[in-house]
């Protein structure tokens, strides 16, 4: 129907007094993540001073310096990948970590999801269990359990599956295997209250209709676990990008990830700069992940609106 | 022979000791227009889920096709369901919910598309091909639910209360559409209802059930004028029950007495009715007149006054207190004007043709 007259515009007043609501939650948010994302921002572009903190002038010197090295005679640039490796390191240990949670993480979610509702309540309480203890101790745990004397190790051998104790520490195995030790919870609680809510006549529907059941899963309870399987991979991931303690202990402290390059640059470097335009880099990236997350789980998110 | 069901009982672990299905025993022939009709709970939905395969019998054993099927889950067996909640997929268009069974059943996609089409347009949907289900009325996803069961070819369609969410003109319209839908394509229906004027309408066969057991299986009219119990007496149609007697003197027709001491007329009684503690009539049976036009007529010995009067337009039920007290219904069809002219207060005379009272035992 074509519209011959236009409704007539609604007064609004330059400033509604209902607007006044959301101060509290712009308060909330403006102090507590975009001022300190504007102090990061802010110190990435200035000059480190000799004994940490900064100077006040600008420079972009802190990208430059992730990217490119600066000979100290000539003041030309080199291409320098050592940074750029580590980061891509990082990403890939994270990813890894990720993957795997999920393998772990989505079989352990559905079985929880179709208990009945006793069993399941203590079921994700005990998955939720471990986060009452410190990450550094339950990392250290791990430590514990993976060295040579460990847990896995007298196992194994007083299985008699091996004599001489084998390494699993102080390598990129056991940082993943650490990660996903402290990163699990994350992936199944959100998969597990997606799945939960998942109506058990739709898979019947499936098998009915000649489903078998390797198609069911892909045809029925993938589609609807994605915004779940998307949710909890962000949560493992990021994190996991970002770990300084995971790499401290369980990788020996010789193989650096970026959450330590930045630890470095705020310690013992003395490099505020650098660690702020790293974080930037890093916050960057989770970004882009972020935003390919949100599209890729948009389709089912609004078909299952009701 | 479709399906044999041969002393099938459940009991749900986890739920009441009661069996939720007793002792059932059905055989459902090829082509046939089968209707399970009971109350809210009587265990419908149990059944089907049972001959579906999501449920297995604590006891008995069900055949499809000559074939016992314990082992065989549900993806593996010739019948589709109409889910009484629809249990769409949420996440697929209505086309692509209609076509999943030939997805799965790997027909090639030139081959789908077509049907679907074909199967929309049966159920009228051809316009929302590509909404979502949560886009849908009520009505509409059922339709969809429907449309998705068939395309698949099923050799047996379930339908738990398929027509349910419609409204009253889309469903006498969808009752017709079915029940020509069963004749052509020679699918085998097992149609759950607790509807019992859309149970009479469709059906070549009704299992009346009631509380996990099954009362009587018959074609509608066995149902209707010849039912065993008066559970089946009263909740199939509208019933006049009276508790009393069976008198049998030589060489009389046999008359039943309530309790009042009113005395009924009663046809052949059957052989096996020998002990009946019950009487009924259906309203619409009886007739009503002048009590001095009728004083002679052997099939109009009640007599009583209207007490309450429906008009309904084609009908009109009246309400007559009996003397001896049993308050009995009347329906008249207003076949001419002077038809409805009792009025509240009015002396009337009840007719009945022989046989319209009939009786059944006490206990069933
Ligand atoms: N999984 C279950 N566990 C325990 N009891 C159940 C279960 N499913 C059904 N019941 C019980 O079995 C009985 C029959 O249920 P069913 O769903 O077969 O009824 P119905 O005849 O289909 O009723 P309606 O017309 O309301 O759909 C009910 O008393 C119900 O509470
Ligand atoms: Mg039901």
Redesign the pocket.
Known sequence: MPELIPAPEPKREKFPKSRLLLLPAVLVIGFFLVLPLVIIITYSFLVPATFGGVVWQFSTEAYTQFLFERDIFDETLAFNAAYLQIFLRSVMLAVSATVVSLIIGFPTAYFIATRPDRQKNLLIFLITLPFWTNLLIRTFCVLLILRDDGLVNSIAIGLGLYSTPVTYLYNDFAMGAGLVYSYLPFMILPLYANLERMDRRVVEAAYDLYATPRRVFTEVILPHARPGIVAGSLLVFIPSLGTFLVPDMLGGGGKLLIGNLIQLQFGSSRNWPFGAALAVILLAAILVVLMLAARRSRVPDTAERR | MTIELKSISKI?????AHP?LDDINLTINDNEFFTLL??????????L?LIAGFEHPTSGTIELFGERVEGTPPNARPVNTVF?HYALFPHQTVAQNVGFGLRMLRRPAPEIEPEIERMLRLVRLEGLAHRYPHQLSGGQQQRVALARALAARPRVLLL??PLSALDSKLRDEMRVELKLLQRNTGITFIF?T?DQGEALSMSDRIAV?SE?RIQQVGTPDDIYERPRSRFVAQFVGETNVFEGKLIRLPGKQPEFKTSSGALLPLGDTPADDDNPALAFVRPEKLRLGNPDDLASDPQARLRGVVTNKLYLGTDTVYYVDLEGGETLRARIQNASAIDNRFDVGAAVRVRAEEGAFRTVGRST
């Open positions: 749900f672990a986890g739920g009441s939720v009971g109350p809210s709970g009587c265990g419908k939905t149990t059944l889920r009484q738990d209360e759950v607790h059930l996990g």
